[in-house]
């Protein structure tokens, strides 16, 4: 069968197959033509990759699994390498779990010292119209932070190039015509696909995971930025558009996303960037900015997640400061 009924048929994407190939997990047939040819046993196997990603296994930690099934058994952990991979897996969430135990502990202290130097203890509650909105999943407690490295240094006081590019509402967007006042672009590597895996080795690139956190961060803080005068957010990436439409729609993002897939923005202003998985990638930084003029510059960004936070806090002490 064809890439698009075996992806049916196992109930994944062609670019998961596509994936699960690079990865050596999957190794269809060509016809003559050159097309991939999948036969019902790598539609059996996607669909192990795909049952075991839902409990946390990352693909390449599925060969076990695999292994067991082309050696004719059931059930993929009808072998002794299996049940040792259950176990590694175990023992790694375990690691995670006291991790993460031991930071809600830090942060629980933290909290009650604050609210003993008299700090208020009670916060506003959630409107009921931030209660419906979809959340990206909470960020790895290990995530290895990103050093500065000095290649954003140059870039407070640069004004921005009479760039445009084409806006996921559907308008284009001139980035040196956005406003006369202050706003805010801020510049991601790319979002993870949740229909496919995060590719091998990305949560080990310092400041690379956080992409879609980030994008929920300044969506629930955009009322907060627009008190402190912020004009306009707009996010930048080389991603598809398609793709970034997609991310709008699913996170219900209320600012434009624009699309750099040549980076033509980072070659203007020699932007950081980063090599990942055969791409070039922006590496995360945010501008503020008056008119064309960079204001100021976020770089390096960590943790993505808590970043608009950041930001908003930075336009409140320089309102409070005139």
Not at 67 to 79: E, M, N
Not at 103 to 128: I, N, V
Not at 277 to 290: C, D, F, I, K, S
Request: proline share 7%.
């Amino acid at each position: 069968m064809r890439a698009g009924e075996a992806a049916a048929a196992a109930g994944v994407t062609i670019k998961a197959l596509r994936y699960y190939e690079e990865c050596g997990l999957l190794n269809p047939a060509r016809t003559a033509g050159g097309y991939r040819d999948y036969t019902a046993e790598d539609v059996r196997l996607a669909e192990e990759i795909r049952s075991l990603g839902a409990l946390g296994l990352a693909p390449k930690e599925t060969r076990p699994f695999l292994a067991c099934l082309r050696a004719g058994h059931d059930a993929g952990d009808h072998c002794v390498e299996s049940l040792a991979a259950y176990q590694q897996k175990i023992d790694a969430l375990d690691l995670l779990v006291a991790r993460l135990t031991h930071s809600r502990e830090q942060l629980t202290r933290r909290r009650d010292a604050a609210t003993r130097r008299g700090f208020p203890t009670a916060t506003e509650p959630p409107k009921e119209s931030d209660k419906m909105l979809p959340k990206a999943d909470p960020l790895p407690a290990d995530l290895p932070a990103p050093v500065d490295d000095g290649a954003a240094a140059h870039l407070p006081g640069r004004k921005l190039p009479a760039l445009s590019f084409d806006g996921t509402d559907g308008s284009e967007i001139r980035l040196d015509k956005v406003s006369d006042g202050r706003w805010v672009l801020f510049l991601y590597p790319l979002t993870g696909d949740p229909a496919a895996d995060i590719p091998e080795g990305w949560n080990d690139i310092p400041g690379a995971r956080g992409c879609s956190q980030e994008a929920c961060g300044f969506r629930d803080n955009l009322d907060a930025l627009r008190a402190e005068g912020v004009d306009r957010v707009l996010a930048l990436s080389s991603d598809r558009a398609d793709y970034q439409q997609a991310l709008v729609n699913r996170l219900h993002l209320p600012y434009p996303m624009l699309s750099d897939p040549h980076l033509t923005l980072a070659n203007e202003l020699k932007l950081p960037t980063f090599e990942a998985n055969g791409q070039t990638l922006y590496r995360r930084l945010t501008l503020v900015l008056r008119g064309a003029t960079i204001e100021h510059v976020f770089y390096p960004v960590f943790p993505p997640d808590t970043h608009a936070e950041e930001v908003a806090q930075w336009c409140r002490d320089q309102r409070t400061a005139r």
